[in-house]
């Protein structure tokens, strides 16, 4: 650690609030790896819409803290006791944790990946806690079967362009819902089958293009990030012993509801969380290697919306909450 610098770049959240509460740092404490964490220098670190909810106490978190959930750089230190997974300074890594909105950060080294050569920062980026996500969900929130009719919300956000592409390699027919014409072009390039403009005369009946496309019968599952627009038509748009997972609140919570709403057509409803998916090491590596082997492979298209300096923070969030974004939004420390 002689050789590190004492402090960094980064951002503090000391209070809930809107973007205003990001507060741009130079002084910052380099933390110092404890034992079963990894001190890494980040080249990139990423922005998510959860950093959103943590920000305004949506989420419970303790502050001042630092956001960001993910990163991706280089191991310059390692924390004391055993090393199980056999890193060494200069290795090249992903991560998934906690505090990346900073130069340095200390994950725990079990949700640490080596990057193979060939793949980018930014595409690694674009798709590890985005794609984790993705993937855990289509297998086991709900499993996703070959001919399925799925309905995808908010299908050119960062997350709906890799699970519309992770839907299509599972085999389903894809439904997805964006908000105006250019992200409609995206969902159909990225091979949903229809795609329904929210922002449209139509869109606002989106409900009835569902069942006129299923002929009647609903989907087998609706994948939902929006909440409060949408949950009570996503219950009424899957079939009988359909499910609806959702996994986020772009418009808000969903309200509390009666159970027995799902009583009608034997609906099952998850509200699954990706850290679950991955608690343990091998659940991590299943999918962090199948991820890789996707993006080696060329199978799963990457798409950053732009790359921010730390100090450009609050218009980073200005920007992911205000839906305009297609794609990943990332932070240059």
């Known amino acids: 650690m002689a050789s590190l610098p004492t402090t960094q770049k980064g951002v503090l959240v000391s209070k809930i609030g809107g973007p205003e509460?990001?507060?741009?740092?130079?002084?910052?404490?380099?933390?110092?790896?404890?034992?079963?964490?990894?001190?890494?220098?980040?080249?990139?670190?990423?922005?998510?819409?959860?950093?959103?909810?943590?920000?305004?106490?949506?989420?419970?978190?303790?502050?001042?803290?630092?956001?960001?959930?993910?990163?991706?750089?280089t191991i310059v230190a390692l924390?004391?006791?055993?090393?199980?997974?056999?890193?060494?300074?200069?290795d090249r890594v992903a991560w998934i944790g906690t505090a990346g909105y900073a130069e340095y950060s200390t994950p725990p080294a079990y949700r640490?990946?080596?990057?193979?050569q060939g793949i980018s920062d930014e595409d690694v980026l674009a798709v590890l806690l985005t794609g984790a996500t993705c993937l855990s969900?289509?297998?086991?929130?709900?499993?996703?079967?070959?001919?399925?009719?799925?309905?995808?919300?908010?299908?050119?956000?960062?997350?709906?362009?890799?699970?519309?592409?992770?839907?299509k390699l599972a085999g389903a027919k894809v439904i997805?819902?964006?908000?105006?014409?250019?992200?409609?072009?995206?969902?159909?390039?990225?091979?949903?089958?229809?795609?329904?403009?929210?922002?449209?005369?139509?869109?606002?009946?989106?409900?009835?293009?569902?069942m006129e496309v299923t002929g009647g019968e609903g989907v087998n599952a609706v994948y939902d990030s929006v909440g409060k627009d949408t949950w009570e038509n996503s219950l009424k748009a899957v079939r009988r012993k359909g499910s609806v997972v959702f996994f986020g609140n772009s418009s808000g919570v969903v309200p509390p509801f009666p159970i027995s709403m799902l009583a009608g057509k034997n609906i099952k409803i998850c509200r699954p969380v990706l850290f679950n998916y991955i608690y343990t090491r091998e659940e991590f590596d299943l999918y962090m290697n199948e991820?890789?082997?996707?993006?080696?492979?060329?199978?799963?298209?990457?798409?950053?919306?732009?790359?921010?300096?730390?100090?450009?923070?609050?218009?980073?969030?200005k920007d992911i909450e205000g839906r305009k974004t297609t794609g990943k939004l990332l932070l240059k420390p």
């Open 176 to 210: 997805g819902t964006a908000g105006g014409p250019e992200k409609v072009e995206l969902v159909k390039g990225l091979g949903a089958d229809v795609v329904i403009d929210y922002k449209s005369t139509e869109g606002a009946k989106w409900l009835d293009k569902v």
């Open 291 to 317: 991820l890789f082997q996707l993006l080696e492979a060329g199978k799963l298209k990457t798409s950053i919306y732009k790359i921010y300096p730390l100090e450009n923070i609050q218009q980073a969030h």
């Open 21 to 73: 509460v990001l507060e741009y740092k130079t002084d910052l404490p380099v933390p110092s790896p404890k034992e079963g964490e990894v001190l890494v220098k980040n080249n990139l670190t990423a922005i998510n819409l959860i950093d959103t909810y943590f920000r305004k106490g949506v989420y419970d978190s303790a502050k001042p803290e630092i956001l960001g959930k993910e990163g991706a750089g």
């Open 112 to 116: 640490v990946a080596k990057i193979p």
């Open 137 to 167: 969900f289509i297998r086991e929130a709900y499993e996703v079967k070959k001919g399925d009719w799925i309905l995808l919300h908010a299908a050119a956000g960062g997350a709906g362009i890799i699970m519309t592409q992770l839907l």
């Open 79 to 90: 924390g004391p006791g055993p090393n199980p997974y056999n890193f060494a300074v200069g």
